[in-house]
């Protein structure tokens, strides 16, 4: 017997549609690409103009399935382009432009991308990747006849498409199980993999990510997603805020803290959400100009682990809330947030603070468990810590076109995370299973000493990789950035983790450096540290 329920399929497009009907005049705004000034619309004229583009896309030869490749930053135009994309069937493909050109050249080959949209940033990238794509038919510069650029190319112009359709398309009736959207993996070895996601799993995810213990996103709110939409849709929040009818901001291109700070406090922010290298700036600019923040109520920190010292940071001396988070491409990305459970609210700030280093707690839609070596689960007891498995309605169950063949193990997705998990469903990630340090037999995380060292206020960044030593087969090496005028020493880093991390998980030896490289998501790159420093004269060898 089936229940007597109206079977209405869960589409991109109706997210808009809702936007517009029930939150019409809520604010978007944006800083231009063009010129850094400010472009405010609302969700009724995103919704028109979508219709419009769409219309337009459809003149360029897109149809169902095909893909529409981007190449740009956060801005209402792409926000367009999401929806336009989406609502007529086809696939909207973001690009990430941090990803060398000879990347980008493979994955828009690999994707099959008939039209390229892009951001005037990018003109010098697209001129060098014209002639490696000769797939993509359409290459559209996403500004008005004004500012059209002088270029070889024959380009199209974003603006003179939608000005040339005034009616716009009427939605078609979709499967909730067609694709939708495609982002591929910033994978530090091999070539990248197309992860596809489908209406169906994107809108299930914008309604996990606004629950109360996850993202906590209302009507009430104003969001600014500092993590670009090309990694990983901005973590969903381009779906998300039309869902309940959140106020957008979208920074452009201009990142840095000053930038990203009179935003805040112009639009009146109440939430947002970065990578740990983004805050570092902002943190840094908002201690050196003594300023403080006006709405800001919460923000949400992921793609690489949050430094406990960034969470006090922003707590303690902003009374900014810190959601810890956790995912990856291939979960669409949201995985855990870390919010607490009543009881937890009564410890003392020690025990909290312990509970919050944490990436956090399931949100409905994620199973989680921790394997061994020969597969068997572990226990959630907070201490035993193994691989690290997934499974839920928004996660990867293949690869675009099956590369690298099937991916899970009996129907749960690794994700190549090391992690605990306790009694009351917290996870930790103590490291990536291809970069934890293997000494003696025994496992160090190479995440537990990294944030102890930014701990340490001079140091501004730091990471560890493991090298070979004879006698216990790997052991740490530190690698650390100083903060500007810091004279941090070698004994002076190493006597800070006393007392803080295991004896025989201290590092053999710390060598400070100018910079760390990042991959194209910011995350440290360890396969380049490991390739520059894995053959260190350890001083104990």
Known sequence: MHGLMMDLPLTIASLIEHADRYHGDTEIVSRRIEDGTIHR??????HARARRLAAALRGLGVEATTRVG????NGYRHFELYYAVSGIGAVCHTINPRLFPEQIAYIVGHADDQVVCFDLTFLPLVEKLAPHCPGVKHWVAMTDRAHMPASALPLQCF???IDAHPDGVEWPALDERSASSLCYTSGTTGNPKGVLYSHRSTVLHAYGACLPDALNLSARDVVLPVVPM??????GLPYSAPLVGAKLVFPGAALDGASLVELFEAEGVTTSAGVPTIWLGLLAHMKAQGLRFGALKRTVIGGSACPPAMIRTFEDDYGVQVLHAWGMTEMSPLGTVNTFKQRQLALDKTARDAIQNKQGRPIYGVDMKIVGDDGAELPRDGQAFGDLLVRGPW?????????????????WF?????????ADGFMQITDRS?????SGGEWISSIDLENTAVAHPDVAEAAVIGVAHPKWDERPLLLVVRKPGATLGREEMLAFFEGKVAK???PDDVVFVDALPHTATGKLLKTKLREDYGHWKLPTA
């Open 41 to 46: 619309t609302t969700y009724r004229d995103v």
């Open 70 to 73: 981007t190449l740009a930053w």
């Open 159 to 161: 603006e003179d498409l």
């Open 230 to 235: 090309f990694h990983v849709n901005a973590w």
């Open 395 to 411: 996660i990867c169950a293949s690869y675009f076109k099956g590369e690298g063949g099937d991916p899970l193990r009996d129907g």
């Open 414 to 422: 690794p994700t190549g995370d090391v992690a605990t998990l306790d």
């Open 434 to 438: 291809k970069d934890v340090i293997k």
């Open 504 to 506: 025989w998980w201290l």
